[in-house]
């Protein structure tokens, strides 16, 4: 198997990746790029990313028998009715979104009769450094990335889209979209929502320069995720509001708990939970198959 042409619409990191790994593996003829911003293009053009600048996400799609939609979640509904009209009835059309609802939805409502091309995808990969300078063809390599197919999505293109991933080194998945947002509003969303309340709650205080400043390794840890792009997580912690409030309730359940073990006279109930806590995250392995730094 193989593509003639990627109609390749957002050319930063993720998007650009996807290109780079097709390429080194000889998956794809030629790569088609669009994106809003003319010096993208230029670098995506100068750094092998794309063969051919596009002037819209309608011609960048036209002919093109792979689409990947690496834009941020909240333009997916635009870039979604920009290119309807001219995707082919038998193009793999996916995304590379970190939520999955919404844009199911976005396309339910955008793709009419081409939603048969879609397969919602997520791969878990990331760098701190973001947009087509540090996009490299092995971002994917020993990553999962997450399949959440629609009904209406088509045999050959599911199996298209499992294929194209593991291809490229992927370990795929496949989830459906409210358990996807589900699963990553607790292991990814409200970590990554706490890093920044905390790094905000340290910094509000009039001595919090002065503490920051005697800050150790256990707080780099910790606060790593804070450095995060600040539009990408806005638009995911919007669009997954719901599950996220849910993973907040159930984050201050266990914050009061620990208040007040700490105010018991008992020592053995604040360390009860500390040990819940340990045996919990020692008893958790990493796999091969590692996440990423923005999810």
């Known amino acids: 198997m193989g593509f003639q042409q990627l109609g390749l619409i957002g050319c930063g990191l993720m998007g650009a990746s996807f290109a780079l790994a097709l390429q080194k593996h000889q998956l794809v003829g030629k790569v088609v790029g669009f994106s809003p911003s003319q010096r993208t293009r230029e670098l995506a053009l100068q750094r092998g990313v794309i063969h051919q600048q596009a002037p819209s996400i309608a011609q960048a799609v036209q002919g093109c028998d792979l689409v990947l939609l690496a834009v941020p979640v909240s333009r997916t509904a635009e870039c979604l009715q920009a290119m309807a009209s001219t995707l082919s009835p038998d193009c793999l059309l996916m995304d590379v979104g970190s939520t999955k609802s919404d844009v199911v939805q976005a396309a339910t409502a955008c793709l009419g009769e081409r939603l048969a091309c879609f397969v919602p995808a997520h791969p878990i990969a990331g760098k701190a450094e973001s947009g087509v300078a540090h996009a490299q063809a092995d971002l994917y390599q020993d990553r999962r990335t997450i399949l959440t197919p629609l009904l209406q999505t088509g045999a050959t293109q599911l199996q298209a889209a499992r294929w194209v991933w593991g291809a490229i080194g992927s370990h795929v998945s496949e989830m459906t979209p409210q358990a996807h947002d589900a699963t990553f509003a607790a292991v990814s969303h409200l970590p990554h929502l706490l890093a920044f309340a905390a790094v905000n709650a340290l910094s509000a205080q009039p001595a919090g320069a002065d503490f920051l400043a005697m800050a150790g390794p256990g707080f780099r840890d910790f606060s790593r995720i804070a450095a995060s792009d600040p539009d990408v997580w806005r638009?995911?912690?919007?669009?997954?509001?719901?599950?996220?409030?849910?993973?907040?309730?159930?984050?201050?359940?266990?914050?009061e708990a620990f208040e007040k073990a700490m105010q018991s006279?008992?020592?053995?109930?604040l360390r009860q939970l500390i040990e819940q806590a340990r045996q919990v995250r020692s008893g958790w392995v990493l796999q091969t198959v590692q996440t990423g730094d923005e999810d």
């Open 235 to 255: 638009d995911i912690l919007s669009a997954n509001q719901a599950e996220v409030f849910t993973q907040i309730r159930h984050f201050r359940t266990a914050l």
């Open 265 to 269: 006279p008992d020592p053995q109930a």
